[in-house]
């Protein structure tokens, strides 16, 4: 069974970096488009990265292209997300998931494709 399970939220001020992990078991990143996903209280869910593990097609949303970076590491079955120049508007809690999709950006603007998700990290942006 696929599990994901993030991790290396934390907080952190303006301007600042974290790096976040999802670990993947139960299954290889081959076949899987893996997605980061975030959400801010009173926000819907938003697809901000995704990755399609085969050959790291990626995609980024407009509010976090040229800060964050996906990337994977098939050996290890992980996937990672460097966040650099954080802003405060960043707050959420950050998910990974795990679907069966076409390309990176299917996973991320069709979430419902997604067919397992993680338990989710917080990350906190403030002085």
């Known amino acids: 069974q696929l599990q994901l399970v993030e991790s290396g939220g934390g907080l952190v001020q303006p301007g600042g970096s974290l790096r976040l992990s999802c670990a993947v078991s139960?299954?290889?990143?081959?076949?899987?488009?893996i997605g980061w996903f975030r959400q801010a209280p009173g926000k819907e869910r938003e697809g901000i990265s995704c990755?399609?593990?085969?050959?790291?097609?990626?995609y980024y949303a407009a509010s976090v292209k040229g800060r964050f970076t996906v990337s994977r590491d098939n050996a290890k079955n992980t996937v990672y997300l460097q966040m650099n120049s954080l802003k405060p508007e960043d707050t959420a809690v950050y998910y990974c998931?795990?679907?069966?999709?076409?390309?990176?950006?299917?996973?991320?603007?069709?979430?419902?494709?997604?067919?397992?998700w993680g338990q989710g990290t917080q990350v906190t942006v403030s002085s």
């Open positions: 990755i399609r593990s085969l050959d790291a097609n990626t």
């Open positions: 998931a795990a679907g069966l999709a076409p390309t990176a950006q299917a996973l991320c603007v069709m979430s419902l494709i997604a067919k397992t």
């Open positions: 139960g299954r290889t990143l081959d076949a899987y488009v």
